[in-house]
């Protein structure tokens, strides 16, 4: 399986970290020479195709750059600069390809990177535009796999290769020596890519990317072939019906509210700048803590979720594919809950990644009507949802998205599905989703079981009381 540790790095001095400084900008530099010889033949030659006519002199500027950077270091920064040309080259294919949707806007070819406070020499260095702070300087670099080292620990540390003229310009021996903030998510794996190294201005941070390649037998598979299926929302984030007969609603009301009142600040922000600006350093920042705390929830909630699925021995989880749920609707509210909170593609693709490591397919189906289906009568035009609540003539009433789920599942398992316990609810409190354990006596504040008036019952309910 590929995966990717990403992690804050310390240097251990002043003089390192002036000398990382100057490593990246030299790395910026180099990428901006290539770019730039790139773009003015693209340009000069209306849109050239061939890969060898827009290749720079890049024997001469790894030569240039190799006594700062490194000889392999200068080498992968524009063999990624090639690869970004060639992924250009590719979307602009696809998106003159009729027959191909999956392109809707034409790209651009690759951009310039900013080179911090000092910038080595560039070739038309006056036509690229370096000074707009709202752009975001980005002081990045590449190190090739065989260029550093990582040692994960008590006191983990990364350690790269550096280019002769700098250790003379510091009187610096060996490589440089970085301090690694936190755990890895993948400390163990058979082997590593090369590694970005960026400096993140907005929280005044090194950091680093190192993809990885782990064992596909990270973990067992499920001990049993049970089923689930979720159903996928923003009121309710995730509602789960699994053929063991569990139910879990995991809510995120909460969560958008924090994201609205972040957002309403954002704006409040926005409003005193100066004409002619945009942003600031402060909004960059809400922007980042916004996203982070929306995607570090999702992310907890994938894990939770999936510990408890793999526990009960489910090995298939089915999901709704979107049918016009992300069309413009005419509240303003709604339309920041499905297309800024909600960010369905990339929950569903955190759900893939990481049902991959517990043995754990994930299937996308229909699911067409689930939550308009009354489970009683099969009816869908005499039902009626309120809030969380869907009720039906017939007599049925019960959680709108758990008899979705519910519905979701019979209609797309072959198994027999187990009569339902009582669902479980789940908030979260800014670090992690807990279940409700069964002794009242330990009952949590933030946890909490549905109401029973809201779960429909058939005469089956685990507690006998229907």
């Known amino acids: 399986m590929k995966r990717t540790n990403t992690f804050a790095v310390r240097p251990l001095s002043d003089d390192g970290e002036q000398l990382l400084r100057d490593l990246l900008d030299a790395s910026a530099a180099l990428w901006n020479e290539v770019n730039y010889q790139r773009l003015m033949r ?18 001469r500027l790894e ?72 752009d975001g300087r980005v002081l990045k670099g590449v190190i090739r796999n065989d260029a550093y080292t990582v040692e994960w ?5 990364l350690e790269i290769l550096v280019g002769s003229e700098l250790k003379d310009r510091y009187d610096h021996t060996g490589r440089l020596r970085l ?31 190192q993809p990885v390649t782990v064992s596909d037998d990270a973990r067992d598979t499920p001990l049993a072939d049970e089923t689930a299926a979720l159903d996928i929302g923003a009121n309710n984030l995730v509602a789960c019906t699994t053929t063991t007969g569990e139910q879990h609603l995991y ?12 957002t309403q600040e954002i704006a409040r922000m926005q409003s005193k700048l100066c004409r002619g600006r945009y942003s600031s350093k402060r909004i960059r920042r809400l922007y980042r803590k916004r996203t982070r705390r929306r995607d570090h929830a999702q992310e907890a909630l994938c894990r939770d979720l999936l510990d408890r699925l ?36 990339k929950f569903t693709e955190r759900l893939v990644c990481t049902a991959e490591e517990y ?44 008899t979705a789920s519910e519905t979701f599942l019979e209609r797309h398992t072959e198994q027999a599905v187990r009569p339902m316990a009582r669902p479980v609810r789940f908030e979260w409190d800014d670090h992690n989703w807990s279940e409700l354990p069964r002794s009242p006596a330990r009952d949590s504040p933030k946890e909490q079981r549905t109401d029973p008036s809201t779960v429909h019952c058939d005469g089956n309910v685990a507690s006998g009381e229907c």
Request: glycine share 10%; aromatic share 12%.
């Open 153 to 157: 620990g008590d006191r983990s540390r």
């Open 63 to 134: 030569g240039k750059y190799k006594g700062v950077l490194g000889a392999s270091t200068a080498q992968q920064v524009i063999r990624k600069n090639s690869e970004t040309w060639r992924g250009f080259f590719k979307l602009k294919d696809q998106y003159h390809d009729e027959s191909n949707t999956s392109v809707t806007e034409h790209p651009e070819p690759p951009g310039f990177r900013g080179l911090g406070n000092r910038r080595f020499p560039m070739v038309g260095e006056s036509k690229i535009r370096l000074d707009n702070e709202d």
């Open 310 to 345: 793999y526990a009960e021995g489910v090995n298939t989880v089915y999901i709704g594919g979107l049918t016009d749920v992300l069309d413009t609707h005419w509240s303003v509210e709604t339309n920041a809950k499905t297309h800024n909170f909600w960010s369905f593609k």
């Open 251 to 262: 809510e995120g009301r909460k969560l958008f509210q924090r994201f609205r009142e972040t």
């Open 359 to 402: 043995g754990i397919s994930v299937e996308v189906r229909s699911e067409a009507w689930t939550s308009q289906e009354c489970p009683q009568c099969g009816s869908t035009d005499r039902t009626m949802r309120h809030q969380d609540a869907l009720t039906c003539p017939c007599g049925f009433e019960g959680h709108a998205d758990l």
């Open 179 to 209: 301090e690694i903030a936190g755990n890895p998510n993948w400390p163990d794996y058979d082997n590593h890519g090369r590694l970005d190294l960026w400096y993140d201005e907005t929280d005044c941070t090194f950091r680093a990317s």
């Open 42 to 59: 693209y340009n000069d030659e209306d849109g050239f195709e061939d890969e060898g006519a827009w290749d720079a002199d890049t024997g």
